[in-house]
């Protein structure tokens, strides 16, 4: 019942865009900070992004400041990633995630986050 799912990801030229979409259940996601991690074959799970639960805060690894831009839309219990100017780089499995310890600011340390969804693949190729 308490649930987070991802998509939105698929196969992309460099340059282009996608944005993925983190859907939650089961908890309203004004209760919670959320974060966006990725995870590459043969490497350990990065914070990229991250938001409070009111949106007032985010926080961006430096690799993807200026390209990608996270949003949240409480009234449809859904976070956002918008990722512009995509990278070889950027390739991996993106996994959303939810604290309900970290929640008027919030972090992109994996190791506040309970809650976690699945993943979506992003792939970046020509």
């Known amino acids: 019942q308490l649930q987070l799912v991802e998509s939105g990801g698929g196969l992309v030229q460099p340059g282009g865009l996608l944005r993925l979409s983190c859907a939650a259940s089961?908890?309203?996601?004004?209760?919670?900070?959320i974060g966006w991690f990725r995870q590459a074959p043969g490497k350990e799970r990065e914070g990229v992004s991250c938001i409070s639960s009111s949106g007032g805060r985010t926080n961006y690894a430096d690799s993807v400041k200026g390209r990608f831009t996270i949003s949240r839309d409480n009234a449809n219990n859904t976070v956002y990633l918008q990722m512009n100017s995509l990278e070889a780089e950027d390739t991996a499995i993106y996994y959303c995630a939810a604290s309900l310890r970290v929640r008027v600011g919030c972090t992109i340390g994996p190791g506040a986050y309970i809650y976690w969804g699945q993943g979506t693949q992003v792939t970046v190729s020509s």
């Open positions: 089961g908890f309203t996601l004004d209760s919670v900070s």
